[in-house]
């Protein structure tokens, strides 16, 4: 760039700044994106801030849950209760969803090595994220919500699974 354009696009941003400097902070992203352009027109990159932040956030990797052992290693909660959800998030990325049973996270919190609440039902009963119910009472056990499982996917990155669940390992 020589140095006539640098000051060219210094005169424009300062344009910019003038106009955008007088809105409310929480709109000047915004609107910069929409003044640019018809400051720089071919100057500007193809994609805006904004799409830029939703590429970084659709770009999520999803964590193995093929080594059980692994899984579990990957995440350390210092509270029992939330030792609870990642035993559920094991669970939901295996099978396809049924209902959860104190006893079934019991023997999975003691098979991988985790402490749990001497009440899981109670912390599955109680769980909420923006007001919403993480697990429904189903059956004998508990089986996450529409929002459970968006909260399941966000926090542990796992996907649905779609093996069906062996009642023998129940017992």
Known sequence: ?????????????????????????????????????????????KKTIVEKKAEKT???????????????????HKKPSDNVHLIVAWYFSQFSPFPITTELLRKKANDVGLTIPARPDSTM????????NLYRKQEKGYQPTVHGEANLKEIYKVSKGTKTFPSKLEQ
């Open 125 to 132: 009963r109680k769980a909420t994220k923006n007001g919403k």
């Open 58 to 76: 659709e770009k999520v990797e999803k964590i193995s849950t093929e080594d059980e052992a692994k899984f579990f290693r990957t995440f350390s």
């Open 1 to 45: 760039m020589s140095d006539e354009q640098v000051k060219e696009v210094k005169k424009k941003l300062l344009e910019i700044n003038q106009i955008i400097s007088e809105l409310d902070p929480a709109i000047r992203v915004q609107a910069f994106e929409i003044l640019a352009p018809h400051y720089f027109e071919e100057r500007l990159p």
